[in-house]
């Protein structure tokens, strides 16, 4: 029951594809700024990977944060193309380009639906961030989990003017998940009144998600960016 979000904080699918439901398991979840700029959600399952683009291309998602590996075992297969187009339904997900700096790669995709040419097409972001094996409860690098946040923010800024979405997922839409959402309000925190309240920021993503930053060293390393941050000007 704990990686089930609560009604309230459902984000409903619109794109009609066939017999799909308009359930998708994943949450909304506030920045410090901006109501609902986080979808918190699990890695897409081999049969809800279509429902996964119709959550990004619905919610006008500009940015998609990876945290945990491709692994078929688990049921997490890779579910964009590394060149050409997918199609999933109506969605069309077309590979543009990708790149890889020390512990990220950066992947563009554009995506529309075909059955709505008029609505135009979106050009998404995929953050994978390969500096948190699945043996680690935490990331190995505070200096790199940071790297990641502020590339992310600035893809928001300056493709969307930040009004854009990000959907962020691990393994389940946890722990790692709601790591990377509490540490970004956190930076937008101190980048705004120069003060920070990590309890504060941890607990509004877990009342609306209760196994958002599900371990205590997780928690601790929330605060050990905040000082990165804080100390890296």
């Not at 089930?4 to 410090?32: H, K, Q, V, W």
């Not at 990977?49 to 944060?65: A, E, N, Q």
């Amino acid at each position: 029951m704990d990686v089930l979000p609560p009604d309230r904080c459902l984000p409903f699918l619109i794109t009609i594809d066939g017999e799909s439901s308009n359930y998708i398991n994943a949450a909304l979840m506030d920045s410090y700024k901006q109501p609902s700029a986080f979808i918190v959600t699990q890695h897409p399952l081999p049969n809800t990977v279509k429902d996964f683009w119709r959550l990004v291309l619905d919610y006008h998602c500009t940015s998609i944060v990876m945290l945990n590996d491709v692994d078929p075992a688990q049921l997490c297969p890779q579910y964009w193309p590394e060149n050409g187009v997918h199609r999933h339904g109506p969605i069309q997900v077309e590979f543009v380009s990708a790149d890889l700096e020390e512990d990220i790669i950066s992947r563009i995709f554009r995506i529309y639906n075909a059955a709505r040419p008029q609505d135009g097409y979106r050009m998404v972001q995929q953050f994978q961030f390969l500096g948190w094996p699945m043996y680690r409860d935490t990331p190995m690098s505070k200096r790199s989990f940071l790297k990641l946040i502020r590339q992310v923010d600035k893809w928001q800024d300056e493709y969307d003017g930040g009004e854009g979405r990000t959907v962020v997922h691990c393994l389940n839409g946890g722990g790692r998940s709601g790591t990377f959402c509490a540490i970004s309000i956190v930076c937008e925190m101190l980048q705004h009144q120069r003060s920070v309240d990590v309890f504060h920021a941890v607990k509004t993503l877990r009342n609306n998600k209760p196994n958002m930053v599900d371990l205590l060293d997780q928690y601790k390393f929330c605060y050990e960016v905040a000082l990165e941050y804080l100390n890296s000007g």
